[in-house]
């Protein structure tokens, strides 16, 4: 690896970095008065449940968000308070329970989707266009090779620093 490549690494490795930090701003408590997680079930359930749909069980939400049932049952009852979700018996098998958007949960979704598709837009002037476009298909390429690296990269080290080939 040359000496150009690792400045160009770790200039990447930095914007990279400065890019988590920013969006995980984007899901700080003050900006919309829900924890991180609250964020992300509502952003689940409005993404996977259509207005004919039954809902969502607990564990289909756990299980694709990768936490679990617990964590996800308490940000529900979070956000059962708040009214922006609703729970209903599953028409099929009344023991079960399903997770739906309110319509005042819906209404905050698009608020919250409204101002970050602004704030975008922002940065598609601030850019410019084909800039803007250049940069998503980066990140795009860019985030398509990490997740495919990212298993590669965590089975690498081991927890004592030698190498477990």
Same mark, same amino acid.
């Not at 990279?16 to 924890?35: A, D, E, P, T």
């Not at 608020?111 to 602004?118: P, T």
């Not at 940065?123 to 398509?144: I, N, R, T, Y």
């Given at each position: 690896?040359?000496?150009? &490549?690792?400045?160009?690494?770790?200039?990447?490795?930095?914007?990279?970095? &400065?890019?988590?930090?920013?969006?995980?701003?984007?899901?700080?408590?003050?900006?919309?008065?829900?924890?991180?997680?609250?964020?992300?079930?509502?952003?689940?359930?409005?993404?996977?449940?259509?207005?004919?749909?039954?809902?969502?069980?607990?564990?289909?939400?756990?299980?694709?968000?990768?936490?679990?049932?617990?964590?996800?049952?308490?940000?529900?009852?979070?956000?059962?308070? &708040?009214?922006?979700?609703?729970?209903?018996?599953?028409?099929?098998?009344?023991?079960?329970?399903?997770?739906?958007?309110?319509?005042?949960?819906?209404?905050?979704?698009?608020?919250?989707?409204?101002?970050?598709?602004?704030?975008?837009?922002?940065?598609?002037?601030?850019?410019?266009?084909?800039?803007? &476009?250049?940069?998503?298909?980066?990140?795009?390429?860019?985030?398509?090779?990490?997740?495919?690296?990212?298993?590669?990269?965590?089975?690498?080290?081991?927890?004592?620093?030698?190498?477990?080939?």
């Amino acid at each position: 690896m040359s000496d150009e &490549q690792k400045k160009i690494a770790m200039q990447l490795m930095e914007s990279y970095f &400065q890019s988590q930090v920013g969006g995980n701003m984007m899901q700080n408590r003050s900006i919309y008065n829900q924890k991180p997680g609250e964020i992300m079930v509502l952003f689940f359930i409005s993404m996977n449940v259509k207005d004919d749909s039954p809902g969502l069980m607990v564990s289909e939400i756990s299980e694709k968000l990768n936490v679990t049932s617990p964590t996800v049952t308490h940000h529900i009852n979070s956000l059962a308070v &708040q009214e922006l979700v609703e729970r209903h018996a599953d028409p099929a098998d009344r023991r079960v329970v399903r997770i739906q958007l309110s319509d005042k949960g819906k209404k905050y979704i698009q608020r919250i989707n409204e101002a970050r598709l602004n704030m975008f837009v922002g940065l598609v002037k601030h850019l410019g266009e084909e800039e803007s &476009q250049l940069f998503a298909e980066m990140m795009k390429k860019s985030s398509d090779y990490m997740i495919k690296q990212q298993e590669l990269y965590f089975r690498s080290f081991s927890v004592d620093g030698k190498d477990d080939k």
